[in-house]
């Protein structure tokens, strides 16, 4: 049960993310152009299937997760309108690792064509009444071509 809120806590924190000018880069490099930190990126593509299933997916590096469980959340945007397509927990040694989502969604989300996605890293650390809350750690904005899934 507290995970499930966690991840609700975390799409709706993601929801609210700033926008891509503001928000942090997807792979932090130093000046030879090897990671340094958290970081996180989106495909540009993805696919929806005929039920309305759309597929995200990406990479994220995770250095350390001592102060918390990390996970890896994605939403979909299209005009006014979000939804949360999935989270992941994520393993946080350091290295590249692909991440993959997927949920049903309503319509005008389920068509194919031009979208924008918001992933983040999300952390969950101790809150108030020692209840975890979550903290981003890491967060990518990217426009997305949605194909039909073959």
Request: glycine residues 12%; aromatic residues 2%.
């Amino acid at each position: 049960m507290r995970l499930r809120l966690a991840l609700a806590l975390g799409t709706l924190l993601l929801a609210a993310t700033p926008t891509a000018a503001t928000a942090a880069p997807a792979r932090p490099l130093d000046r030879a152009g090897a990671l340094l930190a958290d970081g996180i990126a989106v495909d540009g593509t993805g696919t929806v299937a005929s039920d309305g299933t759309v597929t995200l997916s990406g990479t994220y590096r995770c250095v350390d997760d001592s102060a918390g469980t990390v996970f890896v959340s994605s939403s979909l945007v299209r005009q006014d309108r979000s939804t949360g397509i999935g989270g992941t927990r994520a393993v946080c040694d350091g290295r590249v690792r692909a991440w993959s989502h997927s949920g049903v969604v309503e319509e005008p989300l389920r068509r194919a064509g031009a979208a924008h996605v918001r992933a983040a890293l999300m952390q969950l650390v101790p809150g108030p009444m020692g209840l975890p809350v979550p903290g981003v750690r890491a967060t990518e904005e990217a426009d997305v071509e949605l194909g039909p899934r073959a």
